[in-house]
T-cell receptor, first 114, second 114 residues
């Protein structure tokens, strides 16, 4: 199994809603990532988890709350989002955080905030 | 500052023609360099990566790239374009103690004309 899965594929939410994005991998990878990608732009790193511990938080607003309950699962909890948070949210994983490691990306969740 | 620059936000080639996508980096320490491809409404897929083992790197789908330290470049080439190569291409790098932190270029959209 060499894939990263993300659910849901699409999500529409209001600014007062609470929702969660889910990411799963069964490759035994110990590093997992959340990226945000706006249309026609490159992905921007949000969070990095290494061995289930948060290693990097790129100054992301607190309305985004990551969680890594185990080595295979990564969640992103969303609360009180703004319309400008509408984007494609990509999850990735890699064997470790070593510089040369390949990051494997999921297909993303396309989020629309109304 | 460490950065990666992709020259040309859009490149158009005819089917069967050479593909050349340009990437230059700025880094005070040896970087690890990656090329990723993103098809519409999908996540990113690794094409190839440079990890200092060899300066000419061969990847999937007939793509290759050459690391030139003197020119601080890592251009992506393919001898003969196919219609299925139409996609967005991102150059990215990691460096120093920033393990897991991929820095992406702005991307180049490749169009292939029949």
């Amino acid at each position: 199994d060499t894939e990263v899965t993300q659910t849901p594929k699409h999500l529409v939410m209001g600014m007062t809603n609470k929702k969660s994005l889910k990411c799963e991998q069964h490759m035994g990878h110990r590093a997992m990532y959340w990226y945000k990608q706006k249309a026609k732009k490159p992905p921007e790193l949000m969070f990095v988890y290494s061995y289930e511990k948060l290693s990097i938080n790129e100054s992301v607003p607190s309305r985004f709350s990551p969680e890594c309950p185990n080595s295979s699962l990564l969640n992103l909890h969303l609360h009180a989002l703004q319309p400008e948070d509408s984007a494609l949210y990509l999850c990735a994983s890699s064997p470790s955080r070593r510089l040369q490691e390949t990051q494997y990306f999921g297909p993303g969740t396309r989020l629309l905030v109304l | 500052a460490q950065s990666v620059t992709q020259l040309g936000s859009h490149v158009s080639v005819s089917e069967g023609a050479l593909v050349l996508l340009r990437c230059n980096y700025s880094s005070s320490v040896p970087p690890y360099l990656f090329w990723y491809v993103q098809y519409p409404n999908q996540g990113l897929q690794l094409l190839l990566k440079y990890t200092s083992a060899a300066t000419l790197v061969k990847g999937i789908n007939g793509f290759e790239a050459e690391f030139k330290k003197s020119e601080t470049s890592f251009h992506l080439t393919k001898p003969s374009a196919h219609m299925s190569d139409a996609a967005e291409y991102f150059c990215a790098f990691c460096f120093g103690n920033q393990g897991g932190k991929l820095i992406f270029g702005q991307g180049t959209e490749l169009s292939v004309k029949p």
